[in-house]
T-cell receptor, first 115, second 111 residues
Framework: DQQVKQNSPSLSVQEGRISILNCDYT??????FLWYKKYPAEGPTFLIS?????DKNEDGRFTVFLNKSAKHLSLHIVPSQPGDSAVYFC??????????????FGRGTQLTVWP | DTAVSQTPKYLVTQMGNDKSIKCEQN?????MYWYKQDSKKFLKIMFS???????INETVPNRFSPKSPDKAHLNLHINSLELGDSAVYFC??????????FGPGTRLTVL
């Protein structure tokens, strides 16, 4: 019973173009969403987050968009760089920290950025 | 200067053995977690501790027992290992309202 879904296991994008990674969720109680990035043989690292009171959050080349009615969020990377090649995990929680960190993860999307 | 460290990085063992994975964080965080990433790549929480107190205990066989000797350490002991325990185990830590920082993972292979 996956409450957070990333339906694209992989995405390939040319350097300089936009990468769009998608995530859907089923639990309407989720109100805090995160993206983590993972390189091989390393643990996930926090990238960007968004609260449900917002519909957009931007940090440099990374922007997360949240569509609550569609229970959908997306991560945009512009411009994409070869160093962005990694697995990207979408995660969600009910209340930021209110349940002491119970995060629900998607199964990840492998992004490959080619020169 | 590793923030969240785990040992060992790789662990290969026979079915039925007992093994431990250690986790330490030097970030001064109050909360620590264990996650399991299975062969289908799903990352699922197993346990979380806040100030040495067990907070989250997912549906995990009681062969898995976390131990938190202090705020900076959360070890995972697994008894009577089974083939299905093969996975990558990640430790993480956070402040109560903060983002989680993950360790590099321990790849456990049960033969």
């Amino acid at each position: 019973d996956q409450q957070v879904k990333q339906n694209s296991p992989s995405l390939s994008v040319q350097e300089g173009r936009i990468s769009i990674l998608n995530c859907d969720y089923t639990n309407s109680m989720f109100d805090y969403f995160l993206w983590y990035k993972k390189y091989p043989a390393e643990g996930p690292t926090f990238l960007i987050s968004i609260s449900s009171i917002k519909d957009k959050n931007e940090d440099g080349r990374f922007t997360v968009f949240l569509n609550k009615s569609a229970k959908h969020l997306s991560l945009h990377i512009v411009p994409s760089q070869p160093g962005d090649s990694a697995v990207y995990f979408c995660a969600a929680s009910v209340g930021r920290g209110s349940t002491l960190g119970r995060l629900y993860f998607g199964r990840g999307t492998q992004l490959t950025v080619w020169p | 200067d590793t923030a969240v460290s785990q040992t060992p990085k790789y662990l290969v063992t026979q079915m039925g053995n007992d093994k431990s994975i250690k986790c330490e964080q030097n970030l001064g965080h109050d909360t620590m977690y264990w996650y399991k990433q299975d062969s289908k790549k799903f990352l699922k929480i197993m346990f979380s501790y806040n100030n040495k107190e067990l907070i989250i205990n997912e549906t995990v066989p009681n062969r898995f027992s976390p131990k938190s000797p202090d705020k900076a350490h959360l070890n995972l002991h697994i008894n009577s290992l089974e083939l299905g325990d093969s996975a990558v185990y990640f430790c993480a830590s956070s402040q109560v309202n903060g983002e989680q920082f993950f360790g590099p993972g321990t790849r456990l292979t049960v033969l």
